[in-house]
């Protein structure tokens, strides 16, 4: 039977089950295949708080946000085209995120009695009418993998394993896609088990052929190529990102890494990442805390090497005394934060921009730092790269901030190759003093930079440490004048990396005019789709995003000057607004969402609307 | 620098010193100092990482690399450098209140995993440089500016609960005997891994005498005893006292009174059961009856240091994989396409 | 509520529990709750404190009053919490690396002191919460999230450190023993002091089997040793092996064969070296020739504990001083009058 | 001989010596006849970095700077009038601190070949005319304290040690003072020691009767009493004020107080001034650190006593995390930090206020607390109380500033009376709740306040933690919509405080005009010295002083433009500036001076000669 195909220019997808039915992978091999295709895609899993929840409940469900499109699409989506719930709590938990007359396909064994009490379903939700908004698909995914595999010989667990593949299957079917690579990564996954890649392989064409045979589905739908950049690609998440970046710009800077950091969530898979690639020249250091990560980290770059640490905004306030050291060592360090929900414990599997502060005063004493954000997973490699540059060239700790959305979120990546990425010069000392003259550790040059003198290095033995230096000398100063010069030139130093950093830049719309959307870090996906979609509207609005957090581009406040309103979205309680208020002493409209969520467009339209009136 | 060998006097830096007069860390430092110059010590490869306290200026004294830096981060800091520079000699220099109190963490986990560093911890049983408070070695009933009504906290034992963090070198010496001192800091060095000198220290202004049943002549012969290795333990003016083990329980016998030497405890460093009961030799040595306290290498045990470890994990990842391959690594495993 | 005797059931909250399935942290939440109710223990007088970890969310399983604290601090809020509070039952619970790596000092801090609380210390050899990487007591080798070639840190003993620590109460215990689990909740609940109680649980989904040869069938007897004070250590199927000391070393014998009871260690509770001696049983159990695990109270001693030595204080200026006279306080003693 | 009397409205005098020379004691007491007398008197006693520098050397003097006057004195004066050095080092630390024209009076023997060799001075410039701007009035007072102690039978030593007294009784001569409560003082300080009152009543009185029949000096002055408000008076240190404050607080709310604490230069003396008050209910605990410190204050104040803790700039950083804890417990705690030069360990014995932006923002996630500072050492009393106040009222952590020229100045303080110190209401829980119903730890009243209900209390068992919890309930909760509420409802539950504290009100000078003068903290006194000459010299120039940092008075915004400039001026780098232009969107001058040193007067008129030109 020939079904229509309808064409649609993006598609969001929300595979939602039970943190054993396989949603991620399902999830990530349909954006392979439709990156491969040729779709722009954008990715967001969404993991339980709990480790493993009991079976079937709401707190166990597991889900995994999926946007393609053929145009260029910067988030994973606001609410869902379709939705795959596996049982009667994934379906639960997500019901919210799909839009009104969106497709359900439910896995209705999910639905049996034990499920629905254990999700707290009173009746069925199949069938009670509830959903009569929506266009709900039941399929029997659990029989139908089963009938399929009914004489495979395996057991019913591994047979039940693979219903994945039978949504997988069906879905491509939907989407008109191929299924050579997922064939390709099932032959490669079971390559020792090959009774696992025949089964798979069925259940998938069964999923697939279901779709062409079943009454129920009327309609196919297809997502033509995106008009993307040339290039080569792959996916990368956020984290990853930042673990090839730091690597990358070591690399560049012809020095070895060292990577202290102490687990917490969403940091950690930067240490799992790194602690694969110790061939890069690259040590992993599980410390005992936070602080001991930092600390290790600043004698490895008393050593010679690129200190590194990472963790989340509790680690991150646990980090700040021996962050202020490093200010006054005037070492290179990189602290990376990636940003959950706060204050304290808060929320820590979801999303937020809340550290701002933190990393711009965290600290006792005068101590600036450069800030660095990076705005979407791929962002994360060359920001980081970026924030290392900083770090080694201008010889001062630097705070790399991400967050959960970016960590975890995923994306498309025109890859760059190892020989066009940026070099990086490391001011070591080159020669010892003349004989006779003593070294002087704190001597600048025009940067106001010092020179890095590393142990090992004949006739330049010197003293590092907290208190208060003499100028050029290094040495221990109770000195009044001396002390307010070493906090304005500690200052200054940190002021003159804005001549060293690109200026701020209009993304979409013109360089002056009505509204003005400036934002930074993880919310430029959203900002980008909602402004994008304001200008085909018609609306005089552009979009400006912040890697540089301080020092700020030069240029910032004559951009802001440029437009009647400014708009600034922030996934916290209007950080950037308050320090944009009193560096410029320019008003900006704060627009806050505190859900541990990111924005949807549809919210950022609205208010760019509202503004826009 | 290498080649030319150094004096005491060279490792001096052109920093005045500026502990108060009378103070032991004067003599710890002229100690130190020596043993380098028998050492025959590279300045350009040594450093010295202290934490916050009147000991913790140490290195400004000394004329290699060093760095003076937050209260209780010493070791942390030192492992890092470590970690990534195998070929350093490092030393951490500490007091009392840095290492066991603020610092505590990190000194437990620096001994259990053995990075091969040096700890001079300072015990002068006091905060010197905050002027005063009793510190986690500070006797209880102790009256100092913190506790008035003298101290509630049952003190450490820094050497058990060294040996409890799994220690590899742990020793005991004192400020006022220069030779002995200077002997541990040789010892120490030579050690593969992380070692432990605990080096009791008078602290003239705010805890004079902590050490003087130690130190004085009329005392110190019945209230120390020396170690050494393959040797009896032996004490007391001539050492005419010798400690035996009766089962379980060290007693003290005189040998002019029917023992003789071969009756008597040997030490032996390697043994940890030994090692624990010496640092439990804690009675008041000023009562009779107790056990002198013990001085010396109460125990050492070769166990691979970390940054050996490390290395040969990375080495290791290097032979099996050769260089890191930076383009293989960003490109990953899959790719595709857009033209 | 006091008088009206509880059941286990009623230490109950309405909130649903949330590990894993097959976590062993169940076992031990309902052991601590038919221990309270055998102990007739009092809701409103009860506090649970917890850091940070999967085993940290025990406080919301219980219906007392709680807190849910920051990692690794719950000892640090504990023991703020007994000091103005010695009336109140003060638990807490941490995990691994809770209290061993974050939380080290703060535990052997606690135990030096000596507050009247009892710490749980759910011990998975493993950091769950954050899925997986190693903690201060994985063993050295093993594959995890942070380690994919193996850990390099030689990992904490948790009993002998907390006795370098002058813990006064030490044992050990198992998710898989319940009786005995629930047998040493209550003489931790008795012990006047901090009660370190090491509970062995397996995390199905991160570290499974990391004591499995300590609970399988097959092979608990013989690696197994159930301490019991007063009686011989003896192991094996029908109790057939034995211990004894050979000198200072612990030797397996068996009672079949030439060796009878009468040879065998007699466990002390409150012999401090010989509990040292019995935290060193630590040998893979599953390799031949090793000796068991121990298991039960390893080691006990009443010394005063701090809040008891605070309100003493206090009492004593109260005592000498009565009540403080807020006026007097704020006058001093020089003062001047203008008119 | 009768000398001249000369009246002065009044004077400076700086005491410098070597650490055992007894420089403090000497100016202790000075200051208590003249306070006595009924001079306004204000005192800051400056200690060598070092414990015990070696005898003789520049690091190891010690001085004490006091002012007195017929008129109100607010700061220990900015340059001396009166300098008196007990040997060469003492000279060479303090030169720079007499006005030009004043009087040295020097201790000969203090000059010898070794002091001017200790002291590095080539030349003794006793005599090589570098002091030729300046009365120099040589006195070999060791020679005749020795000289009057031969008979005496003491030591040497002892003999030597009695120096200052010769000091003391000169400078009483010279300024025309009363010796009868200095004797009183030794009479009792030598209790024990009857040889020791005679020994320096003796040198006492050789040093005032030496001025009388001595040469040299022809001039005597006075100072007359100043008008003071009547009441009762004693000189008060501000770490001292704050420790009183604290047990008066208490005292007040009817808690028991618990100090956790780690000993930190300059907050140890709080410790250490409660450690002696334990029949107050007092209870102090020296932590481990200061992360146990203040997760030990939070234990105690959860189990329903008055937690405290203290520590300066690098301990505050350590407490960030546990502070973000307190937040979301909603449990009442103070947090003291006693300010000092940073970064890092920076200059520990030095005075700084550069840790406003730590105090406000040093945390993880949206975490307000209020914020209140104390501006003279008595204050320190009065403005703990309050911090005490709102932190119990209004359940919250709260920090209070304070520093290292606060907790070691000391003023004349007419101290209230136990009976007239505010009240504090404790809100704690009243009943239990109804039988069936659970209890709600989390409801609010109108000030969003929840109760404290502490545990011993029946039937309201609840847990607390660091999770963000539920509206009500307090139970854990991963709603987005609730914890943009929480975020929300902690935020104004602080912003609320505003209506239960005072408005701003000008000190002095007119309610609107041209300058405003607005501080914070410390630096109170210089300004109202400063703005009180401008005023007199007939400048529109008025003077403003926050206490409350967090939340800002209501008023704030009113009073700041009804000025046409407001001058800020900070011991930092314009961080209240900073906040003030995020806050209200206006602009201010800032004016910062960063040397761990107050503002003099006369810098602060110049500037404000400046601003009003
Ligand atoms: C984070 C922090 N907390 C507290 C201090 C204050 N402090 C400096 S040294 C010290 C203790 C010194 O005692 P110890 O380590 O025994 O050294 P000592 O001076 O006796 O040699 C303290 C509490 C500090 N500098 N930083
Ligand atoms: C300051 C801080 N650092 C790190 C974390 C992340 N974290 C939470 S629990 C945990 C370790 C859990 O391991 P363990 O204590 O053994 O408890 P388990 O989960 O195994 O019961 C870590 C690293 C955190 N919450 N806060
Ligand atoms: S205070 Fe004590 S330890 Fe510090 S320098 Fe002086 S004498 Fe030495
Ligand atoms: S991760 Fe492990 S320790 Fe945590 S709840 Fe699951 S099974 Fe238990
Ligand atoms: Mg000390
Ligand atoms: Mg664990």
Redesign the pocket.
């Known amino acids: 039977m020939e079904k229509e195909i309808l064409e649609k220019k993006d598609v969001t997808i929300l595979f939602a089950g039970d943190s054993g039915d396989g949603m991620q992978l399902t999830g990530n091999q349909f954006t392979f295949t439709s990156a491969l295709f040729g779709n722009d895609v954008s990715t967001f899993p969404n993991f339980p708080a709990e480790i493993r929840a009991p079976q079937g409940t709401v707190a166990g469900v597991s889900g995994f946000q999926l946007r393609f499109g053929s145009v260029e699409v910067f988030t994973p989506g606001d609410d869902s085209d379709v939705l795959v719930v596996m049982n009667a709590a994934a379906l639960k938990a997500n019901i919210s995120k799909l839009k009104r007359g969106g497709v359900v396909i439910a896995n209705t064994s999910g639905f049996d009695n034990k499920n629905l009490k254990l999700s707290h379903y009173e009746v069925n939700p199949l069938e009670d009418g509830s959903l009569d908004d929506y266009e709900l698909h039941e399929v029997d995914i659990t029989s139908l993998t089963r009938e399929a595999l009914v004489d495979s010989g395996l057991a019913r667990k591994d047979v039940d394993r693979s219903k994945n593949m039978f949504v997988l299957g069906f879905l491509y079917w939907m989407y008109s896609r191929d299924l050579a690579s997922t064939i390709q990564f099932i032959e490669e996954k079971f390559a020792k088990k090959p009774e696992l890649i025949e089964s798979n392989l069925k259940v998938l064409k069964t999923g697939y052929h279901y779709g062409d045979t079943s009454e129920t589905f009327g309609t196919r739908y297809q997502v033509k190529k995106a008009k993307l950049p040339k290039g080569k690609y792959r996916s990368i998440m956020g984290n990853q990102a930042a673990a090839y970046g730091i690597i990358a710009a070591a690399k560049q800077a012809g020095l070895k890494t060292f990577y202290g950091s ?4 969403p940091a950690s898979d930067i240490l799992h990442e790194l602690s694969k690639h110790k061939n890069f020249g690259v040590k992993t250091y599980q410390a005992e805390d ?1 602080i001991a990560a930092i600390c290790a980290a600043i004698g490895a770059s008393f050593g010679g090497a690129l200190g590194v640490t990472a ?1 989340s905004g ?2 991150i306030a ?1 980090k700040g005394e021996a962050l202020g050291l490093a200010v006054m060592l005037e070492l290179p360090l990189l602290v990376i934060n990636v940003q959950r929900g706060g204050p304290s ?1 808060g929320l ?1 599997t979801k999303t937020e921009q809340s550290d701002l502060m933190q990393a711009l005063y965290g600290r006792n004493g005068e101590a600036p730092i450069p800030v660095i954000a990076a705005r979407t997973p791929s962002d994360c490699f060359s920001s980081i790269m970026e924030a290392i540059r900083i770090s080694v060239e201008h010889m001062t700790p630097v705070m790399f901030l991400s967050d959960g959305y970016l960590a975890n979120g995923a994306e498309p990546w025109a890859y760059p190759e190892a020989k066009d990425l940026p070099k990086i010069t490391v001011p070591k000392v080159t020669q010892k003093p003349a004989e006779g003259e003593a070294y002087l550790p704190y001597l600048r040059d025009e940067k106001l930079v010092r020179e890095w003198a590393i142990p090992g290095m004949e006739g330049l033995m010197h003293r590092l440490g907290g208190l208060e230096k003499e100028d050029r000398t290094g040495n221990i100063s109770y000195d009044p004048e001396n002390h307010e010069k070493m906090v304005r030139l500690r200052a200054e130093k940190v002021e003159r990396i804005a001549d060293f950093i690109p200026d701020l830049k209009i993304e979409q719309g013109p360089e002056k005019g009505k509204v003005l959307v400036l934002g930074w870090g993880s919310t430029y996906g959203s900002i980008r789709m909602a402004v994008d979609q304001c200008i085909k509207e018609g609306l005089e609005v552009s979009q400006a995003h912040f890697r540089y957090l301080n020092p700020f581009p030069k240029n910032t406040a004559e951009i802001m000057a440029s437009f009647d309103h400014v708009i600034i979205p922030e996934i916290n309680d209007k950080q950037l607004v308050h320090v944009i208020r009193s560096k410029f002493l320019m008003d900006a409209i704060p627009f806050s969402k505190i859900q541990g969520l990111p924005f949807t467009s549809s919210e950022l339209v609205a208010k760019i609307k509202e503004i826009y009136a | 620098m290498t080649g030319s060998k150094l004096r005491a006097k060279d490792f001096e830096t052109d920093q005045d010193v500026r502990w108060c007069p009378g103070c032991g860390d004067y003599a710890i430092l002229k100690q130190v100092q020596t043993a380098f110059a028998e050492l025959g010590m590279e300045k350009e490869n040594t450093v010295f990482i202290s934490g916050i306290g009147c000991s913790s200026r140490f290195p400004y004294y000394m004329d290699t690399y060093g760095m003076h830096s937050i209260h209780g981060r010493a070791a942390a800091i030192a492992s890092g450098l470590k970690a990534v520079r195998k070929d350093l000699n490092v030393w951490i220099v500490t007091g009392d209140g840095d290492s066991l109190s603020i610092g505590g963490n990190h000194l437990i986990h620096l001994l259990r995993r053995n990075f091969d560093v040096n700890v001079l911890l300072f015990n002068n049983e006091i905060y010197g440089l905050t002027k005063g408070q009793y510190s986690p070695t500070t006797p209880e009933g102790t009256v100092t500016k913190s506790s008035p009504y003298g101290v509630l906290d049952h003190p450490f034992n820094p050497l058990a609960l060294a040996l409890g963090a799994e220690a590899t070198f742990v020793a005991r010496a004192l400020d006022r005997d220069p030779r002995h001192l200077k002997d541990l800091i040789i010892r120490a060095n030579e050690h593969k891994g992380t070692s432990l000198l605990e080096i009791y220290q008078n602290c003239p202004v705010f805890n004079d005498g902590a050490f003087t049943v130690l130190t004085d002549k009329d005392s110190k012969q019945d209230s120390t005893l020396w170690l050494k290795n393959g040797e009896p333990l032996v004490f007391g003016e001539n050492n005419t006292k010798g400690i035996l083990l009766d089962g379980f329980k060290p007693k003290i016998v005189s040998l002019e009174d029917g023992y003789s030497m071969d009756d008597l405890w040997v030490h032996d460093e390697s043994d940890p059961l030994k090692a624990h009961m010496l640092t439990r030799f804690f009675g008041d040595p000023s009562l009779e009856g107790n056990l002198p306290r013990p001085f010396g290498l109460f125990y050492v045990n070769e166990r691979e240091s970390y940054e050996t470890a490390m290395d040969n994990q990375v080495q290791e990842a290097y032979n099996q994989r050769g260089e890191g391959d930076l383009d293989a690594l960003i490109q990953g495993k899959s790719t595709w396409e857009i033209n």
């Open positions: 102490y687990p917490i969530t936070e963790s509790p680690g646990l414990t820590p």
